[in-house]
């Protein structure tokens, strides 16, 4: 590309009005001048380019340059190979014209061709808020009456970009999109390393990194619901070498959907790498009828100079500033009776149980599943589901008795259900067996003994909604809900939406969005936990809804550093539901520990616990609401990695380096394991003074750590600090506090 062209600027850092730029392209002329449009973050650039063809290309992505006009040379710089098609680096990749490589979009118009060619025609650009700006770009095809407009929301201050399309057309009939990716993004660097997870039940979020080869890497889901299961839609990408925690130049990205998604990474042949990322569109060609708008959910990528570490945090402040519900404010410590009782419990247990959660001493107890179902009553995973009546046996005087028993024991109630889904053994499905997602004419395979509802159906949606509905009105003290989705979507097939089947996986999201949408518009505030079999869905749009999420069912705390570590990269602590249970071979208080790393909860049967245990647990909860705060809002640091250590570190350090919280386990049973070196904190006042002082211990013991003590923020940086972890002290935490 010719560096020496006239370009022509569009702003980029101070956008103080909306900005139009408008082309005359009906008539077929190009305007000859090139269009440069940066989309600038707190230390990021992405630069496009409307060149002289008005194609519109990705010409840079990385660190912000202090001299706007130098992102034309870019192009210069590069000596790769021809690019053949002039499409290599686009920024919304159209098929059946030039393309040679994976697209972003690929449709059939509506008199059969299937040739698409998008041109830049307009942008605008503007400020919604003091850190929050919106660039809208439209391109359009400049033989059919075909239009996208791609979103770019930039959150300034957290380098968080989120990307949209909106597709629309006014030709003479309908349009079949067969793929319709939310963005298409574009990075050169000397080599990309893959960071990926995969998993399934208990096993959520395992890591694998690889190098990038030439071709196409997808990450996708095509269960439908509990999307994530196998693999979330999670990743992030480093540029020239591995980035590690604080060094390197990393891009997560997110895909902010439910559902089944897809993400293509390609390395072309010229050596850089393509992302496309949007909902998957297998089984899912769409009719587009004439002036229909197509939005799809959007991608949100944030590109870190310093690592890892770095963009978890800005992630962080990102997802609590502007897209978890309730994301800085309270959330309630509770106890859970799933694997206390499973299945098995009347009112006279719950009641006890309600009398231990205040002698436990957490905010609010939380009934499980099988509290529903008469004619099946739900005893076990095979009957129930669907049927959202108390159970008589279990409970002769409803869940009202429960809310009141509770608020004497001055403890909130909160409920579980699962509302998408039915069991083949309830009224449910007896009454409405075309409300099933199923083939009629198949044999109905199940998913933990259940079938999933058709949210692509008004009547189901509005049956979900109502179900909440009920709740909420006959229990106006209901405090907490946690919403399931065990199973994932075989045989799909929708009796509502007929002979338009390729809908299906959409309507169904939409419909599942649209339910949320009405629950939150009545009750905007209660807290509910996203929970999916374990962790088999959480994502950015689910998380609009949901204070908080549930990441595995797998609550062995050995287990979960790993898991919780890797979740952190992607969500905050004040997301992220741990609870206590009997899971694992490691003492209450390594539990309890591992616990308080997010949102703290405990599924155990109180009365079981040893007295001591029972003192330390108290105690911990007390300490706990000490310090929340700080894990909830504060920045993380991962300090040591249990992957490449014999210990685990985290740190959660507050905005204003005044206080923290550390804490230190062993993962290592090889003998003599322990923290032989000192752990170098992160995040203080190299100028300030600390103290160090132990909390969370079991009663009788001590502590070697002297409390007194007073280092500098330079030295615990510098040098750092000694937990003392060791085969009797696996579990350490420590209160940082400024002097
Ligand atoms: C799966 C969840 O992950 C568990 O916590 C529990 O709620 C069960 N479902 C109940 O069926």
Same mark, same amino acid.
């Given at each position: 590309m010719n560096s020496r062209r006239k370009r022509k600027y569009s702003t980029?850092?101070?956008?103080c009005s909306i900005i139009l730029v408008f082309l005359s392209f009906g008539a077929g002329r190009l305007h000859a001048q090139e269009i440069i449009i940066p989309l600038v973050t707190e230390n990021n650039a992405l630069v496009l380019e409307a060149g002289k063809a008005k194609e519109l290309s990705i010409i840079y992505f990385g660190k912000k340059l202090a001299n706007a006009q130098e992102y034309q040379l870019v192009p210069s710089a590069y000596r790769q190979t021809s690019d053949y098609s002039g499409l290599l680096n686009a920024a919304y990749t159209p098929s059946g014209s030039r393309n040679l490589m994976e697209p972003a979009i690929t449709v059939t118009h509506a008199d059969g061709h299937q040739s698409l060619d998008l041109r830049y025609v307009r942008h605008e650009q503007q400020q919604?808020?003091?850190d929050v700006t919106l660039l809208n770009i439209t391109l359009k095809d400049p033989v059919y009456d075909f239009e996208v407009v791609l979103h770019y929301k930039a959150y300034v201050k957290q380098d968080v970009i989120e990307q949209w399309s909106v597709i629309r057309h006014g030709e003479k009939g309908n349009v079949t999109l067969h793929k319709y990716a939310s963005a298409n993004l574009y990075l050169k660097a000397g080599g990309f390393w893959l960071q990926q997870y995969h998993g399934d039940w208990a096993k959520e979020m395992r890591p694998e990194e690889s190098k990038i080869t030439h071709g196409i890497k997808t990450l996708d889901s095509k269960l439908g619901t509990r999307a994530n299961i196998f693999q979330p839609s999670v990743f992030m990408i480093s540029l020239n070498a591995p980035a590690s925690e604080d060094e390197g130049t990393v891009l997560y990205g997110a895909l902010s959907y439910s559902g089944n998604f897809r993400t293509d990474i390609e390395l072309d042949y010229q050596d850089n790498l393509r992302i496309i990322s949007g909902i998957n569109n297998y089984a899912s060609p769409y009719t587009l009828k004439p002036r229909e708008a197509f939005t799809t959910p959007s991608f949100l990528y944030i590109l870190s100079q310093k690592g890892k570490g770095y963009a978890s945090r800005q992630l962080h402040d990102w997802a609590r500033n502007y897209r978890i519900l309730n994301g800085k404010g309270e959330r309630l410590t509770l106890l859970n009776n799933w694997e206390a009782t499973y299945f098995d419990f009347n009112e006279n247990k719950l009641k006890a149980l309600l009398r231990d959660t205040k002698k436990l001493g957490v905010d609010l107890f939380l009934l499980d599943d099988g509290w529903f179902a008469n004619k099946?009553?739900?005893?076990?995973?095979?009957?129930?589901?669907?049927?959202?009546?108390?159970n008589k046996t279990k409970l002769p005087n409803g869940i009202a008795s429960l809310v009141k028993e509770a608020a004497a024991n001055g403890v909130k109630f909160g409920i579980w259900v699962e509302p998408e889904m039915v069991n083949p053994k309830s009224e449910l499905y007896e009454k409405h067996? *075309?409300?099933?997602?199923?083939?009629?004419?198949r044999e109905e395979h199940y998913f933990r003994n259940q079938l999933v509802l058709d949210l692509a159906n008004p009547a189901v949606q509005d049956f979900v909604f109502r179900t909440m509905d009920d709740l909420f009105t006959r229990n106006p003290g209901l405090a907490y809900i946690k919403w399931d989705c065990n199973a994932v979507i075989y045989n799909a097939y929708s009796a509502h939406l007929g002979n338009h089947q390729n809908h299906f996986y959409i309507e169904y999201m939409r419909g599942l969005y649209r339910v949320l949408e009405r629950i939150r518009a009545k009750y905007p505030d209660v807290p509910m936990m996203l929970c999916s079999g374990g962790g088999g869905r959480v994502d950015y749009e689910a998380l609009k809804y949901f204070t908080e999420f549930w990441?595995?069912?797998?609550? *062995?705390p050995l287990e979960r550093i790993f898991m919780q570590w890797e979740y952190s990269y992607f969500y905050p602590a004040v997301a992220t539901a741990n609870h206590v249970t009997d899971w694992g071979k490691q003492p209450v208080k390594f539990r309890t520990d591992v616990a308080m790393m997010g949102k703290l909860g405990f599924d155990i049967v109180v009365a079981h616990l040893a007295e001591k245990d029972l003192a330390y647990c108290r105690n911990a909860i007390r300490e706990y609401h000490s310090f929340k705060h700080i894990v909830w809002q504060g920045d993380q640091y991962r300090l040591a990695d249990p992957r490449k250590d014999e210990i685990a570190s985290i740190a959660y350090i507050s905005k204003d380096r005044s206080e923290g919280v550390i804490f230190n386990y062993l993962t290592s049973n090889r003998y003599g394991a322990g923290s032989s070196r000192p752990i170098r904190l992160k995040g203080l006042d190299p100028a300030a003074m600390y103290q160090l002082e132990e909390i969370s211990l079991y009663p009788g013991t001590t502590s070697p750590?002297?409390?007194d003590r007073p280092y500098s923020g330079e030295f615990l940086m510098t040098v750092g600090f000694n937990p003392e972890v060791s085969g009797s002290r696996t579990s350490v935490v420590l209160r940082l506090q400024k002097k």
């Amino acid at each position: 590309m010719n560096s020496r062209r006239k370009r022509k600027y569009s702003t980029g850092a101070a956008v103080c009005s909306i900005i139009l730029v408008f082309l005359s392209f009906g008539a077929g002329r190009l305007h000859a001048q090139e269009i440069i449009i940066p989309l600038v973050t707190e230390n990021n650039a992405l630069v496009l380019e409307a060149g002289k063809a008005k194609e519109l290309s990705i010409i840079y992505f990385g660190k912000k340059l202090a001299n706007a006009q130098e992102y034309q040379l870019v192009p210069s710089a590069y000596r790769q190979t021809s690019d053949y098609s002039g499409l290599l680096n686009a920024a919304y990749t159209p098929s059946g014209s030039r393309n040679l490589m994976e697209p972003a979009i690929t449709v059939t118009h509506a008199d059969g061709h299937q040739s698409l060619d998008l041109r830049y025609v307009r942008h605008e650009q503007q400020q919604l808020d003091h850190d929050v700006t919106l660039l809208n770009i439209t391109l359009k095809d400049p033989v059919y009456d075909f239009e996208v407009v791609l979103h770019y929301k930039a959150y300034v201050k957290q380098d968080v970009i989120e990307q949209w399309s909106v597709i629309r057309h006014g030709e003479k009939g309908n349009v079949t999109l067969h793929k319709y990716a939310s963005a298409n993004l574009y990075l050169k660097a000397g080599g990309f390393w893959l960071q990926q997870y995969h998993g399934d039940w208990a096993k959520e979020m395992r890591p694998e990194e690889s190098k990038i080869t030439h071709g196409i890497k997808t990450l996708d889901s095509k269960l439908g619901t509990r999307a994530n299961i196998f693999q979330p839609s999670v990743f992030m990408i480093s540029l020239n070498a591995p980035a590690s925690e604080d060094e390197g130049t990393v891009l997560y990205g997110a895909l902010s959907y439910s559902g089944n998604f897809r993400t293509d990474i390609e390395l072309d042949y010229q050596d850089n790498l393509r992302i496309i990322s949007g909902i998957n569109n297998y089984a899912s060609p769409y009719t587009l009828k004439p002036r229909e708008a197509f939005t799809t959910p959007s991608f949100l990528y944030i590109l870190s100079q310093k690592g890892k570490g770095y963009a978890s945090r800005q992630l962080h402040d990102w997802a609590r500033n502007y897209r978890i519900l309730n994301g800085k404010g309270e959330r309630l410590t509770l106890l859970n009776n799933w694997e206390a009782t499973y299945f098995d419990f009347n009112e006279n247990k719950l009641k006890a149980l309600l009398r231990d959660t205040k002698k436990l001493g957490v905010d609010l107890f939380l009934l499980d599943d099988g509290w529903f179902a008469n004619k099946y009553p739900r005893n076990n995973d095979n009957a129930g589901l669907g049927d959202w009546q108390e159970n008589k046996t279990k409970l002769p005087n409803g869940i009202a008795s429960l809310v009141k028993e509770a608020a004497a024991n001055g403890v909130k109630f909160g409920i579980w259900v699962e509302p998408e889904m039915v069991n083949p053994k309830s009224e449910l499905y007896e009454k409405h067996p *075309d409300w099933v997602v199923k083939e009629p004419a198949r044999e109905e395979h199940y998913f933990r003994n259940q079938l999933v509802l058709d949210l692509a159906n008004p009547a189901v949606q509005d049956f979900v909604f109502r179900t909440m509905d009920d709740l909420f009105t006959r229990n106006p003290g209901l405090a907490y809900i946690k919403w399931d989705c065990n199973a994932v979507i075989y045989n799909a097939y929708s009796a509502h939406l007929g002979n338009h089947q390729n809908h299906f996986y959409i309507e169904y999201m939409r419909g599942l969005y649209r339910v949320l949408e009405r629950i939150r518009a009545k009750y905007p505030d209660v807290p509910m936990m996203l929970c999916s079999g374990g962790g088999g869905r959480v994502d950015y749009e689910a998380l609009k809804y949901f204070t908080e999420f549930w990441p595995s069912d797998n609550t *062995d705390p050995l287990e979960r550093i790993f898991m919780q570590w890797e979740y952190s990269y992607f969500y905050p602590a004040v997301a992220t539901a741990n609870h206590v249970t009997d899971w694992g071979k490691q003492p209450v208080k390594f539990r309890t520990d591992v616990a308080m790393m997010g949102k703290l909860g405990f599924d155990i049967v109180v009365a079981h616990l040893a007295e001591k245990d029972l003192a330390y647990c108290r105690n911990a909860i007390r300490e706990y609401h000490s310090f929340k705060h700080i894990v909830w809002q504060g920045d993380q640091y991962r300090l040591a990695d249990p992957r490449k250590d014999e210990i685990a570190s985290i740190a959660y350090i507050s905005k204003d380096r005044s206080e923290g919280v550390i804490f230190n386990y062993l993962t290592s049973n090889r003998y003599g394991a322990g923290s032989s070196r000192p752990i170098r904190l992160k995040g203080l006042d190299p100028a300030a003074m600390y103290q160090l002082e132990e909390i969370s211990l079991y009663p009788g013991t001590t502590s070697p750590t002297d409390a007194d003590r007073p280092y500098s923020g330079e030295f615990l940086m510098t040098v750092g600090f000694n937990p003392e972890v060791s085969g009797s002290r696996t579990s350490v935490v420590l209160r940082l506090q400024k002097k």
